[in-house]
């Protein structure tokens, strides 16, 4: 699976590198140029909901991320009797993230973590991440898309489960540890709206039994803008587990995996960015809700929950456009 990422991140970067020419365009119709510009704001801020979107920070930027998942709004576990989810958490996530320069960015937090009991137990989970902007779209469409890399590491801090088929029965430290890596593909087709994909790769050393310790997954996600400071945004993850994985889970343990969505209302406020969004996934980090998702929208099991982004500028030496 490695050399399956490997080779759809070789060939996407030597096809995009191999485009470019000039940092001028030349009309085919005329002998006007058109001056070449970097396309900004394609995504407001660094996660689409779940997902990651391309976005880094300027230079000596901090950014401050929470984001919380409420419980289900309907189903077994919803309804008047929790106040529609809004009684219970799954899972909440506090991050900060610094820019070392405009293209790369190092970030780190904590997440409560959100164990389902049957594919996975781990809580408590600490996270180191990597984010490069490789390539960047231009006005000109010599470069017609963004290429960003993205990688983390998550670590379980709780302590050891005494159940031998668990992915928290703790061996050894390198057991507590998971780890993605992401290739963010992005255009900004217009004004108002902007796509992305998500080629995935998760890697986690210590799984449940018949779980998966590598997984594909390909993620989609979309901004629609409808006003001066509020848009629509989407995302979604296509996890690729095998038949015996899932076919084992399904009829042994009567549980089944579903693909995480999310749609939510983004509104802009200068330097807070808040996202409200409804999503099946009850977990915050990609080593979680991508490959242990186990809530559907059709049975009412979807939640209410929020993100929230503030930047906070360390240095004026430098002038930055924004």
Same mark, same amino acid.
């Given at each position: ?30 002998? /006007? ?17 779940n ?12 950014? /401050? ?5 409420f ?22 996530l ?13 970030g ?5 973590? $959100?164990p ?94 018949m ?8 993620? $989609? ?11 629509? /945004? ?26 995480p ?51 906070f ?10």
């Amino acid at each position: 699976m490695k050399a399956v990422y490997l080779l759809i991140l070789g060939c996407v970067y030597t096809s995009i590198v191999m485009a470019q020419t000039d940092s001028i365009k030349t009309s085919p119709d005329s002998a /006007v140029a058109v001056e070449r510009f970097p396309v900004t704001s394609t995504f407001k801020s660094g996660l689409i909901i779940n997902a990651q979107s391309n976005e880094t920070l300027h230079k000596n930027d901090l950014l /401050v991320d929470i984001a919380h998942r409420f419980g289900d709004i309907a189903g077994e576990n919803g309804g008047s009797h929790n106040f529609y989810g809004l009684d219970n958490s799954t899972d909440i996530l506090i991050s900060l993230k610094y820019g070392i320069t405009d293209r790369l960015m190092i970030g780190g937090g904590r997440a409560k973590g $959100a164990p389902n009991g049957v594919n996975t137990y781990q809580k408590e989970l600490y996270y180191l991440s990597l984010k490069y902007k490789l390539l960047q779209q231009t006005t000109d469409d010599k470069m017609p898309l963004s290429v960003t890399l993205y990688g983390n590491t998550v670590i379980s801090g709780m302590e050891s489960l005494d159940l031998e088929t668990s992915d928290a029965d703790f061996q050894n430290f390198g057991d507590r540890m998971s780890f993605t890596l992401q290739t963010i593909l992005t255009r900004k087709f217009s004004r108002n709206f902007s796509f992305a994909l998500l080629p995935t790769y998760i890697h986690r050393n210590y799984v449940t039994f018949m779980d998966m310790g590598d997984m594909f997954a390909l993620g $989609a996600g979309g901004r629609l803008k409808f006003s001066k400071r509020m848009a629509l /945004v989407v995302d979604y993850f296509l996890p690729f587990r095998t038949s015996a994985s899932k076919d084992y889970f399904r009829d042994v343990q009567e549980f089944n995996f579903y693909h995480p969505l999310g749609i939510a209302l983004e509104i802009e406020t200068g330097g807070h960015v808040f996202n409200l969004s409804f999503t099946n996934s009850t977990a915050l980090l990609d080593t979680q809700f991508i490959p242990s998702t186990s809530t559907s929208w059709t049975k009412g099991e979807f939640r209410w929950g929020f993100n929230i982004s503030r930047v906070f500028t360390l240095s004026h030496k430098e002038n930055k456009q924004r």
